[in-house]
């Protein structure tokens, strides 16, 4: 069974940094691209990051130069660290796993920018 897990969420001031992670289990890692996305109260969930199995990323323009994806692949793991957090950042971060057609998300990690 596929697994998806998130942790590294939390509350943190304007300004400063978390890292996300997230641990795949019940699928080969390697063979998928991974992404993270986002979802505010009341928004609907928007694209954030994403690695493909080679390593080549793409960021939505809203976190480009302050969020940067990567994966182990040893450790069937992608992260998102997250720096110059806004409030705007808040919200739930989900990851996904997608191959070919399968696509498998994970139960989100909260995420609160405030002072």
């Known amino acids: 069974q596929v697994h998806l897990a998130e942790s590294g969420g939390g509350l943190v001031q304007p300004g400063g940094s978390l890292r996300l992670s997230c641990a795949v289990s019940?699928?080969?890692?390697?063979?998928?691209?991974m992404g993270w996305y986002r979802q505010a109260p009341g928004k609907q969930r928007e694209f954030v990051a994403s690695?493909?199995?080679?390593?080549?990323?793409m960021n939505a323009d809203s976190v480009k130069g302050r969020f940067t994806i990567s994966r182990n692949n040893a450790k069937s793991t992608v992260y998102l660290q997250m720096n110059s957090l806004k409030p705007g950042d808040t919200a739930v971060y989900f990851c996904?796993?997608?191959?070919?057609?399968?696509?498998?998300w994970g139960q989100g990690t909260q995420v609160t920018v405030s002072s």
């Open positions: 690695i493909t199995p080679y390593g080549r990323t």
């Open positions: 019940g699928l080969i890692f390697s063979d998928n691209e």
């Open positions: 996904n796993a997608r191959r070919d057609g399968s696509l498998h």
